[in-house]
């Protein structure tokens, strides 16, 4: 694996042109959008970068877009890859291990998840504060990579509090609410049945969602700090009521895009 991360970054590099880019951007399902209002200098399609998996669920691009947001030089990935379209958690998770080999040190997440809290709405947008693991496979199982991070390593502060209450100052500043809670990640990809829903919401889950777990864990064992944000796109609080459907997903993932944006701007500003 070190070797496809040395390759892959090998060819990435010179796009960088010696400039130092700290930020990692994963743009989810829906908000992919938001690289249009990056200062865009690479858009590299996955496909013509050494070893990355291509993306093959609807409404992702599959770009690796290198530029500026928020002017901080930021390298987002518009599209990503999702453990159920049946990629290995290693392939899900090697962009990551790549933009951390090219200097990347601080990584956003954004996801679209199902709100389990009943007190979420449509719409809302949550700061991720800490998640539940429930995939199948880990992204860490097998023998460890010493020169990447440790075997055992922490995911106690997993998500920065620092980029937290920065996320909590800069959301108050610019008039944009935000819930905080827990992310409960799945493989899917079927939505939850209502049983389902009540189960993480039992577990202490606040929201769900088929993504940003492997990811975090591997930026974590890399030592990168982590940022994750959820739009809440459909609610779940009345069981008999659930019609949980992925265009609807994408429509409130596109509603919620220029608040997130606008936050995640904020938020790169202050950095
Ligand atoms: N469950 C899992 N993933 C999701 C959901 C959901 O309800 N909504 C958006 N992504």
Same mark, same amino acid.
């Given at each position: 694996?070190?070797?496809?991360?040395?390759?892959?970054?090998?060819?990435?590099?010179?796009?960088?042109?010696?400039?130092?880019?700290? /930020?990692? /951007?994963? !743009?989810?399902?829906? +908000?992919? @959008? +938001?690289?249009?209002?990056?200062? /865009?200098?690479?858009?590299?399609?996955?496909?013509?970068? =050494?070893?990355?998996?291509?993306?093959?669920?609807?409404?992702?691009?599959?770009?690796?877009?290198?530029?500026?947001?928020?002017?901080? @030089?930021?390298?987002?990935?518009?599209?990503?890859?999702?453990?159920?379209?049946?990629?290995?958690?290693?392939?899900?998770?090697?962009?990551?291990?790549?933009?951390?080999?090219?200097?990347?040190?601080?990584?956003?997440?954004? @996801?679209?998840?199902?709100?389990?809290?009943?007190?979420?709405?449509?719409?809302?947008?949550?700061?991720?504060?800490?998640?539940?693991?429930?995939?199948?496979?880990?992204?860490?199982?097998?023998?460890?990579?010493?020169?990447?991070? =440790?075997?055992? #390593?922490?995911?106690?502060?997993?998500?920065? !509090?620092?980029?937290?209450?920065?996320?909590?100052?800069?959301?108050?500043?610019?008039?944009? #609410? +935000?819930?905080?809670?827990?992310?409960?990640? !799945?493989?899917?990809?079927?939505?939850?049945? =209502?049983?389902?829903?009540?189960?993480?919401?039992?577990?202490?889950?606040?929201?769900?969602?088929?993504?940003?777990? =492997?990811?975090?864990?591997?930026?974590?064992?890399?030592?990168?700090?982590?940022?994750? /944000?959820?739009?809440?796109?459909?609610?779940?609080?009345?069981?008999?009521?659930?019609?949980? @459907?992925?265009?609807?997903?994408?429509?409130?993932?596109?509603?919620?895009?220029?608040?997130?944006?606008? !936050?995640?701007?904020?938020?790169?500003?202050?950095?």
């Amino acid at each position: 694996m070190l070797e496809k991360i040395k390759e892959s970054s090998r060819f990435l590099s010179p796009f960088l042109k010696e400039k130092h880019y700290p /930020i990692g /951007i994963i !743009l989810g399902s829906g +908000l992919g @959008n +938001l690289g249009e209002l990056m200062n /865009i200098e690479h858009a590299i399609p996955y496909v013509e970068i =050494p070893h990355f998996p291509v993306s093959t669920v609807e409404g992702h691009q599959g770009r690796l877009l290198i530029g500026q947001f928020g002017n901080k @030089n930021v390298i987002a990935m518009q599209g990503r890859f999702h453990y159920y379209e049946g990629y290995h958690m290693q392939e899900v998770t090697f962009p990551v291990r790549v933009m951390h080999a090219l200097g990347v040190n601080i990584l956003f997440v954004s @996801n679209a998840a199902g709100g389990v809290n009943t007190s979420y709405q449509t719409g809302d947008l949550m700061i991720i504060r800490d998640h539940i693991n429930l995939f199948p496979e880990h992204p860490l199982r097998g023998k460890n990579i010493d020169e990447l991070g =440790p075997r055992f #390593p922490a995911m106690t502060d997993a998500y920065s !509090l620092r980029l937290i209450q920065l996320a909590e100052k800069t959301g108050r500043q610019l008039d944009i #609410p +935000l819930r905080k809670g827990i992310y409960a990640g !799945l493989q899917g990809p079927s939505f939850e049945t =209502p049983a389902e829903y009540n189960w993480i919401r039992v577990i202490g889950g606040d929201a769900v969602g088929m993504s940003t777990v =492997p990811e975090v864990i591997v930026a974590r064992h890399m030592d990168m700090e982590c940022f994750g /944000i959820s739009v809440i796109t459909n609610s779940t609080a009345h069981a008999d009521s659930i019609k949980t @459907n992925h265009k609807e997903v994408q429509e409130i993932g596109n509603q919620a895009q220029p608040r997130l944006s606008e !936050l995640l701007k904020g938020m790169l500003q202050e950095l």
